[in-house]
């Protein structure tokens, strides 16, 4: 979709918009759009962002609620405001006076992927070092009266089936970058938690005179390190992509080493790369690249390190 936006004329921040929106409506592997990814009450939020490399404008929208379409509201938050991010019901607001319909993002399938989680004592969750004990029971968790400290799951909680982002890249024929995420965020998080994929430089990050990156998995951890702005400041030096996207992915690994991630990196002349973190489950990353050189959208495969 976002390749065919580009060949009809219209620009790169058509072609992220379009292209990540495309995958909002078909609800792409359960962790975009709506009726995805469940919060501990039941509700699907959604996360995203958009960024001009040109004039590094950000539109970023972050627990948006009852509005489906998040990346293009994203658009409107460049277009008619002065902001850079809007999060909340107040970014539902702001999407309604934009002319985006009030909808419910909850169906069936989130219903049932609900009800499951509450049938299995509220298994996984994202609370730590609170009473009632959150690794046997559903909540209300509290402080404990004495704080003793666990250290974190040397897994990533996230599993491959648990969390994922549309991320994308667009790098126009005269060299200009565009970049932008779409994402209902992690299952069962704690209402209002924003991941990495609406905050600049960490979902996304687009410098047309440089080149983009976007990064998924994770977000809590990875959102700490800016991956997509590291990754982009690499290509500036004259790194190639995909050793800026194993560089930072590495820079990651030094202190979570167990953490589920990728990043994707493109540069102005149009050379792209990925780089993911290899645990168990997860051990090559697969993403889509359309170019003048390939007759249609093409899969590429990189081993994780």
Not at 198 to 204: K, V
Not at 252 to 268: L, R, S, W
Not at 273 to 283: D, L, V
């Amino acid at each position: 979709t976002a390749w065919r936006v580009l060949q009809l004329g219209g620009s790169e921040l058509d072609a992220v918009e379009r292209g990540c929106g495309q995958c909002e409506i078909d609800q792409c592997d359960g962790s975009v759009g709506y009726g995805g990814s469940p919060d501990e009450s039941g509700e699907t939020t959604l996360d995203a962002m958009i960024m001009d490399g040109n004039t590094m404008e950000v539109g970023a929208v972050a627990d948006l609620r009852h509005v489906k379409n998040a990346i293009g509201v994203a658009r409107k938050v460049i277009e008619y405001t002065k902001h850079t991010l809007l999060v909340g019901e107040s970014a539902s607001l702001f999407a309604v006076r934009m002319g985006f319909p009030y909808e419910d993002l909850t169906t069936q399938k989130s219903l049932l992927v609900y009800s499951e989680w509450l049938n299995q004592s509220c298994q996984p969750n994202y609370w730590k070092n609170v009473v009632p004990d959150s690794s046997k029971s559903c909540g209300p968790y509290k402080r404990p009266e004495k704080v003793t400290c666990k250290e974190e799951r040397t897994i990533s909680q996230r599993s491959v089936q648990n969390h994922d982002t549309i991320g994308m890249v667009v790098i126009g024929g005269s060299g200009t970058v565009a970049s932008g995420t779409s994402t209902n965020g992690a299952v069962h998080k704690i209402p209002g938690r924003v991941g990495d994929s609406p905050i600049a430089g960490a979902g996304s990050y687009a410098d047309s005179t440089a080149g983009g990156a976007a990064a998924t998995g994770d977000g809590d951890i990875m959102m700490r390190f800016l991956p997509s702005y590291q990754a982009v400041e690499y290509m500036r030096m004259g790194t190639d992509p995909t050793v800026a996207c194993q560089k930072v992915i590495s820079r990651i690994q030094k202190y979570a080493p167990n953490f589920f991630g990728a990043v994707i990196c493109a540069n102005t002349t149009g050379s792209y790369g990925a780089a993911c973190n290899k645990i168990p489950g997860f051990t090559q990353f697969h993403f889509m690249v359309s170019s003048p050189l390939l007759s249609q959208p093409t899969e590429q495969v990189v081993d994780c390190i």
